[in-house]
């Protein structure tokens, strides 16, 4: 999926042909990423949308990955993301394999 592209500080990048156009790109990464960060609440107009992950990293138990995983896999399902493979066993290297 092509969307605009932001940096770090959420700001939309600009291209570099020099006309002042907002850069497009493969943005599948970046919208994983934000929804994987996002709380419920956040998107005004999805509501239920967000996985809010920060709350699950510093839980030690495996209950805590087996609702993250739950969760992740229903917020991408959400997104119409289609999830192949799921591995949250690795907090700091979740591994995401599908499409949308």
Do not use: W
Request: proline content about 2%; glycine content about 6%; aromatic content about 10%.
């Amino acid at each position: 999926m092509k969307d605009f592209i932001v940096d770090e500080d959420l700001l939309i990048t600009v291209d570099a042909s020099g006309y002042g156009d907002f850069a497009i790109q493969e943005a599948d990464q970046q919208n994983i990423e934000h929804l994987l960060l996002s709380q419920k609440g956040s998107y005004k107009e999805f509501p239920i949308l967000g996985v809010g992950i920060k709350k699950y990293i510093n839980s030690p138990d495996a209950t805590s990955r087996l609702r993250l995983e739950n969760e992740i896999d229903k917020q991408l399902s959400y997104d119409k993301f289609y999830v192949k493979t799921l591995d949250v066993n690795d907090l700091q290297n979740i591994k995401i394999d599908g499409n949308y």
